[in-house]
């Protein structure tokens, strides 16, 4: 065989060898170096070959075990735990990121509202205050900081409509 004939088989049977590889390893790049291996086999043991079948079969072949090859090879597993480990980061970072950005929209809601709603609800939700703490240190019943936590909330319900803060949602 030729290289004539190579280039020929090649312009034939790659793409449909790219997506049988691609079917095995979810990933293009390297179903394509795959599919580039198994020519380069067949072109250096094409003598191993001797016509005993269709040449589309025995590439199939070639890139199933090449590709199964792959799955189980370290370069495989060790892409794979990269991959996990950068998308744990990216969503970490996104957690945070949106976290910080809820926080800075719920602040700004908060400073909106009313002084005697404001300060209770920045004394219990970002001091982490008790209700008991909370009503000693602003000299009033317990229960009025309940009812004026209770409006707090339904007001910044109000300030906040069209967003679903989870915070607000639960509760």
């Not at 090649?10 to 394509?32: F, G, N, P």
């Not at 001797?50 to 590709?67: F, P, R």
């Not at 909370?134 to 004026?148: D, F, G, Q």
Request: proline residues 1%; contains cysteine.
């Amino acid at each position: 065989m030729n290289i004539n004939d190579l280039k020929e088989l090649m312009l034939q049977y790659t793409d449909s060898l790219i997506r049988l590889a691609y079917c095995y390893v979810k990933d293009l790049q390297a179903a394509e170096d795959i599919v580039q291996e198994v020519f380069i086999k067949f072109y250096h043991n094409q003598n191993n070959y001797e016509d005993h079948g269709e040449v589309k079969a025995y590439l199939t072949q070639m890139t199933v075990n090449k590709s199964k090859d792959y799955l189980k090879s370290w370069t495989y597993r060790k892409i794979q735990l990269q991959n996990k480990l950068f998308s744990l980061a990216v969503k970490r970072n996104l957690d945070e990121l949106v976290r910080k950005d809820e926080q800075a929209i719920i602040g700004e809601a908060i400073l909106n509202l009313p002084i005697k709603h404001r300060e209770v609800l920045t004394y219990f939700y970002f001091n982490e205050m008790t209700i008991a703490e909370v009503a000693h240190i602003l000299s009033i019943p317990e229960s009025t900081v309940k009812t004026r936590l209770r409006r707090g909330r339904e007001l910044l319900r109000n300030q906040l409509t069209g967003l679903e803060w989870e915070v607000l949602l639960n509760e």
